[in-house]
């Protein structure tokens, strides 16, 4: 008989939100709105609503000032303000500086600077100004650990300058972020002292599923804030006018397919070895059947295959968006019979999906068209970013393309790809790196490699950062400028959450000295100071990223791997 | 984005035309009776320090000086084009006095170190990647090192377990020396598996005095004589990779001295003539 090792089987709630939630403020909270009129009857088995309200969500208590969301951060979690009030920033006419929300500032250095970095660089690893640790005094930090926060330190200042909006107890807010897996597209933060209900999403989805009333408001909201400026930025949609776009928006439909923890369940999956069977893969649509209507991804990856004898094979991927479904919806109504979908799609971890139904699209974007134009302009396209997530199967290996989708390569904006038929191991590129960051290489050239081409242990900038979802102080984030994935360095407080997260092992944490060498510690256990870093494509440089320049052989690129046809290009040059 | 080869093209077409221009026009100034050695003379020479300013631009990685790789096309055909202008300059003949001679065969070792070096970096970077695990240099003495220590331990635990000593002996005798350190530079540089299947060969033979327990230690050892086999065949193209590099900008610093020294020499004694 078979011998083997047995756990108890995993449940929902095995990890809850938060441990310190108590049956009392469960209890507190059920005597609130929404909560306290919600129809326990539609709460039924193992999810119940103390149950979401015990495991799925935890009460944050923030001080006047204490900054709940910066815009450009990235949750997974709703807020309901249970009592007090917070105040979201509008940013119509000025934004928050950077600086007061913990950020840090774009700088990029002077030729001068540029050239000081000849004599200035340290002979030490990882040394830092001690001064600099000692505070800004534009940015206020209270809380330890992971309970760390940035605060705003005159409010009635930033409420006298920029314009805010209030948002009272009872309300809800971040809830199309946390859904959407999209950036926060506001700042909030604390007006006085304020009691907050943070949700994650999971229980959000749940209570959204058994409350008619929540889920038709966030729908509302969603489609009101979030889906119109979507569409309205297709580029297929752009000629649009207003009402057009409206009735796009009403009709859409919102789907969400795959795992919100894709990239904990990757990081699993990829230790027991990647499973190449696409079956596990949550199907968006599928190759044969009715095309419904055309889908664009909203956020998220998604792989593109068609059936190749007992299998799959990858044709492609769809980053957001990028759209399926249309060729076959013009083929159709150009031929006046309708055509089955010729490709599969998947989300590949998570993706959500907005879907326009095929006569929406017949009407407001074909007929305005015309046969004639269309005909035409079919597959002609010159934007590198624009649809076309099919990749030439008579240019680039399909065993290359699977490599980087089941690696989830494709995720990055600057995936640092080498062609070791070209790379002649000269490390010019990690001594440009290292030259422009204070003698600390931010990269490995070291990586697994599939046709030649090796994907090096670099930051990928990704798309979906993953890496920021759990930053306490927003210390990671994405610059507004650019869309570099960057850390500052005076807000890290060294929690590893980036690096842990990470799917590809890009941040490192370092422990960091002052410029005799020791190492800077804390002042009540003395233990050393630690930092997340990694690659910052040259953001602060004159030129961009080092690495790429540096390169003598054209060996090295930053590969922004939405640009299906640059990628195409670059491998078969 | 251009092919690769569409880009040789271009730029071979483009420093052929000039070549061809450069003679035409030389021959032109030397029928009209014109001493063309002092223009081509600076013009060499100011090919010569933009193709050493190449360096100074690898160690400026952070200014904005254009890509490397945009440098080092220019170094290349700029360099290849030194050669007509070194022969137009010279006369197409070998140069007579001591400062010449040794100056032009100063110029001829950097020219011919960077045509070597050009083709060992299109050549071995490919060849790399058709052997062993990818493998960063500076570690692989560490690799050796524990590989060697891997064999040791295999050899010892068959020590302790059989009662005949054939295995640690044909250790002791033929693998000890080939783990201790690398081996078979010059044969892997030229692409030779002599030493390997030679070794390979040995071990295959030496089975027939072995028992099966022994026969099993000694194929555990066949594995990581391969393995060790694949790291010096990294090391050694690798090493080449980079010391050529440590002939060619010694030399290229040698050669300006020199032609700084020609320049001083010709302007002190060309009485005057412009």
């Given at each position: 008989m078979p011998t083997f090792e047995s756990i108890q089987r995993p449940e929902r709630w095995a990890v809850p939100f938060s441990t310190e939630m108590t049956d009392a403020d469960v209890d507190r909270l059920l005597t609130i709105e929404p909560f306290a009129s919600l129809d326990a009857t539609r709460f039924r088995g193992k999810?119940?609503?103390?149950?979401?309200?015990?495991?799925?969500?935890?009460?944050?208590?923030?001080?006047?000032?204490?900054?709940?969301?910066?815009?450009?951060?990235?949750?997974?979690?709703?807020?309901?303000?249970?009592a007090g009030n917070v105040r979201v920033e509008l940013g119509s006419a000025a934004s928050l500086p950077s600086e007061i929300l913990g950020r840090q500032p774009v700088h990029r250095k002077s030729l001068f600077e540029s050239i000081a970095q000849l004599w200035r660089n340290s002979s030490d690893p990882e040394v830092r100004e001690i001064a600099a640790y000692r505070g800004d005094p534009r940015i206020g930090t209270r809380g330890t650990g992971?309970?760390?926060?940035?605060?705003?330190?005159?409010?009635?200042?930033?409420?006298?300058?920029?314009?805010?909006?209030?948002?009272?107890?009872?309300?809800?807010?971040?809830?199309?972020?946390?859904?959407?897996r999209t950036p926060r597209s506001?700042?909030?933060?604390?007006?006085?002292?304020?009691?907050?209900?943070?949700?994650?999403?999971?229980?959000?989805?749940?209570?959204?599923?058994?409350?008619?009333?929540?889920?038709?408001?966030?729908?509302?909201?969603?489609?009101?804030?979030?889906?119109?400026?979507?569409?309205?930025?297709?580029?297929?949609?752009?000629?649009l006018g207003t009402t057009e776009i409206?009735?796009?928006?009403?009709?859409?439909?919102?789907?969400?397919?795959?795992?919100?923890?894709?990239?904990?369940?990757?990081?699993?999956?990829?230790?027991?070895?990647?499973?190449?069977?696409?079956q596990h893969e949550p199907l968006i649509a599928e190759e044969g059947n009715h095309t419904n209507g055309v889908i664009i991804v909203r956020s998220g990856l998604a792989r593109l295959s068609r059936r190749h004898e007992h299998g799959h094979q990858t044709t492609g991927y769809l980053t957001p968006g990028q759209i399926f479904g249309l060729d076959e919806i013009i083929d159709g109504w150009l031929g006046k019979t309708p055509k089955p979908l010729t490709h599969s799609l998947r989300a590949i971890g998570i993706a959500n999906v907005v879907t326009i139904p095929t006569h929406l699209i017949e009407r407001l974007l074909l007929e305005t068209t015309g046969r004639r134009s269309l005909a035409r302009n079919k597959a002609k396209t010159t934007d590198p970013l624009a649809n076309q997530p099919k990749i030439d199967a008579t240019r680039i290996n399909s065993d290359f393309v699977e490599f980087l989708v089941e690696n989830r390569y494709i995720n990055g904006t600057a995936t640092m790809l080498i062609d070791m038929d070209r790379c002649t191991r000269c490390d010019d590129c990690v001594r440009a790196c290292a030259s422009t960051h204070d003698n600390n290489p931010r990269f490995l050239r070291q990586g697994p490699i599939q046709n030649n081409i090796m994907v090096a242990n670099a930051c990928l900038h990704c798309e979906d950062p993953v890496c920021m979802i759990e930053c306490p102080t927003g210390a990671i984030h994405r610059q507004m400028e650019g869309g570099q994935v960057v850390i500052n360095d005076e807000t890290c407080i060294g929690c590893s959450a980036c690096a842990n997260n990470c799917l590809y092992n890009a941040i490192r944490m370092v422990d960091v000295r002052h410029e005799d060498g020791d190492f800077i510690r804390d002042d009540r256990k003395h233990a050393p100071i630690a930092k997340a870093t990694k690659c910052d494509l040259c953001s602060d440089q004159l030129g961009g990223p080092a690495c790429q320049r540096a390169c003598p052989h054209d060996a090295l690129i930053r590969m922004d791997m939405r640009a299906v046809q640059q990628l195409t290009d670059w491998y078969t040059r | 984005?251009?092919?690769?080869?569409?880009?040789?093209?271009?730029?071979?077409?483009?420093?052929?035309?000039?070549?061809?221009?450069?003679?035409?026009?030389?021959?032109?100034?030397?029928?009209?009776?014109?001493?063309?050695?002092?223009?081509?003379?600076?013009?060499?020479?100011?090919?010569?320090?933009?193709?050493?300013?190449?360096?100074?631009?690898?160690?400026?990685?952070?200014?904005?000086?254009?890509?490397?790789?945009?440098?080092?096309?220019?170094?290349?055909?700029?360099?290849?084009?030194?050669?007509?202008?070194?022969?137009?300059?010279?006369?197409?003949?070998?140069?007579?006095?001591?400062?010449?001679?040794?100056?032009?065969?100063?110029?001829?070792?950097?020219?011919?170190?960077?045509?070597?070096?050009?083709?060992?970096?299109?050549?071995?970077?490919?060849?790399?990647?058709?052997?062993?695990?990818?493998?960063?240099?500076?570690?692989?003495?560490?690799?050796?090192?524990?590989?060697?220590?891997?064999?040791?331990?295999?050899?010892?635990?068959?020590?302790?377990?059989a009662a005949s000593t054939a295995v640690a002996q044909f250790y002791a005798d033929r693998l000890r020396p080939f783990f201790a350190q690398t081996r078979n530079f010059w044969q892997h540089l030229v692409q030779s598996n002599r030493s390997r299947f030679g070794l390979l060969n040995e071990m295959q033979a030496y089975r027939r005095y072995l028992n099966d327990a022994e026969r099993e230690t000694m194929a555990r050892l066949v594995t990581c004589v391969e393995a060790k086999d694949d790291l010096d065949y990294q090391f050694s193209l690798q090493a080449t990779l980079k010391y050529w590099l440590f002939v060619h900008v010694p030399l290229t610093y040698a050669l300006l001295v020199f032609a700084i020294l020609h320049l001083l020499l010709v302007s002190a004694y060309s009485g005057g003539i412009s």
């Open positions: 999810v119940t609503l103390p149950g979401i309200l015990k495991n799925d969500t935890r009460l944050v208590r923030c001080q006047p000032g204490d900054i709940v969301v910066r815009q450009g951060d990235w949750g997974n979690s709703a807020f309901l303000v249970v992971e309970q760390t926060r940035i605060y705003l330190q005159d409010v009635s200042t930033v409420l006298d300058k920029y314009q805010t909006a209030t948002i009272e107890a009872g309300q809800f807010f971040g809830e199309s972020a946390a859904l959407g506001a700042t909030v933060f604390a007006e006085r002292s304020t009691e907050l209900l943070e949700i994650r999403w999971q229980g959000l989805r749940d209570l959204m599923r058994r409350d008619d009333a929540l889920q038709q408001h966030i729908d509302a909201v969603f489609r009101e804030r979030a889906l119109k400026l979507f569409l309205m930025n297709t580029p297929i949609f752009q000629h409206t009735e796009l928006t009403e009709g859409a439909k919102f789907e969400t397919h795959g795992q919100y923890d894709w990239a904990g369940s990757f990081k699993r999956l990829a230790k027991k070895g990647i499973d190449t069977d696409l | 984005m251009k092919t690769l080869t569409a880009r040789r093209f271009r730029n071979s077409g483009i420093a052929i035309v000039a070549a061809l221009l450069l003679v035409w026009l030389s021959g032109a100034m030397t029928t009209a009776l014109r001493d063309t050695a002092r223009q081509t003379g600076w013009i060499l020479f100011s090919m010569i320090c933009f193709l050493a300013a190449y360096n100074l631009r690898k160690k400026l990685p952070f200014l904005p000086l254009g890509a490397s790789a945009t440098w080092l096309q220019f170094h290349i055909y700029v360099g290849l084009l030194t050669a007509v202008v070194f022969g137009v300059h010279v006369g197409w003949r070998i140069p007579n006095g001591l400062v010449e001679s040794l100056l032009a065969t100063l110029y001829l070792f950097v020219f011919a170190s960077g045509v070597i070096g050009l083709f060992l970096s299109r050549s071995l970077a490919k060849r790399l990647t058709t052997r062993g695990d990818e493998v960063l240099f500076e570690r692989i003495p560490v690799y050796r090192n524990r590989l060697q220590a891997e064999v040791e331990t295999i050899v010892f635990e068959e020590l302790d377990e």
